[in-house]
């Protein structure tokens, strides 16, 4: 009963905080995958607090860390969850979809001519007008400036080497560059889940 009432009313959970301006949107839980991964590095696996409770409470996930501040319903007072794992494992695909985005993340938001990180748009190393395809291995990042300098020629042509050659990367790959973009605010209970792999410090 208790589990219906929470699953129902998991919205109407009001913060035992007496602090009216701290907003519960700032408990969002990080999420991993039944091995105790992060779903996603980039960008990071993370649910909305109410959504969390309701897994936890139909049984999807198991609560591995909880934020100090409570949530309360008329029947039950709860630790706003943290770190989430799933209960069943989620098998990634191998790879990702072939999106602006992640040819960014790719490509480290750099232009693979100059490696600036200003101004980034994209470019057919083959240009289409010689038959360049619209592929991940004719597809890279580039600012502005060098796309413009660069125009319908090929890299040769316009003296302008490519940092390093486009690939089609595998999900695992893209996960790896994300590590290098952490969010702006990382909650001090989910360090140990992101970076379990980084070699410790002496």
């Known amino acids: 009963m208790f589990q219906a009432e929470l699953i129902e009313n998991a919205a109407r959970f009001r ?13 969002p839980a990080l999420v991993l995958n039944a091995d105790y991964t992060p779903l996603s590095y980039y960008p990071l696996s993370l649910w909305p607090w109410q959504t969390a409770i309701k897994a936890v409470f139909l049984d999807r996930v198991d609560i591995v860390e909880s934020y100090e501040r409570e949530v309360h ?21 191998a790879f990702p979809a072939f999106t602006r985005f992640n040819v960014f993340l790719r490509d480290r938001f750099e232009c693979q001519y100059c490696g600036s990180a200003n101004n980034l748009t994209f470019d057919h190393v083959m240009p289409r007008r010689l038959g360049g395809k619209t592929t991940w291995e004719n597809i890279i990042t580039a600012c ?5 300098k660069k125009g319908g020629r090929t890299p ?47």
């Not at 790896?176 to 989910?190: A, D, R, V």
């Open 15 to 27: 913060s035992t905080e007496q602090d009216p301006t701290r907003n519960l949107s700032s408990c």
């Open 73 to 93: 319903s008329p029947s039950l007072d709860m630790k706003i969850p943290s770190v989430i794992a799933l209960r069943q494992y989620v098998k990634q695909s």
């Open 156 to 202: 040769k042509q316009a003296h302008m080497p490519v940092r390093m050659n486009p690939i089609r990367p595998t999900s695992w790959q893209l996960q790896q560059h994300g590590k290098m973009f952490p969010p702006n605010y990382l909650h001090e209970t989910w360090r140990d889940w992101l970076y379990w792999d980084v070699e410790l410090e002496p």
């Open 144 to 148: 502005a400036p060098c796309n413009m």
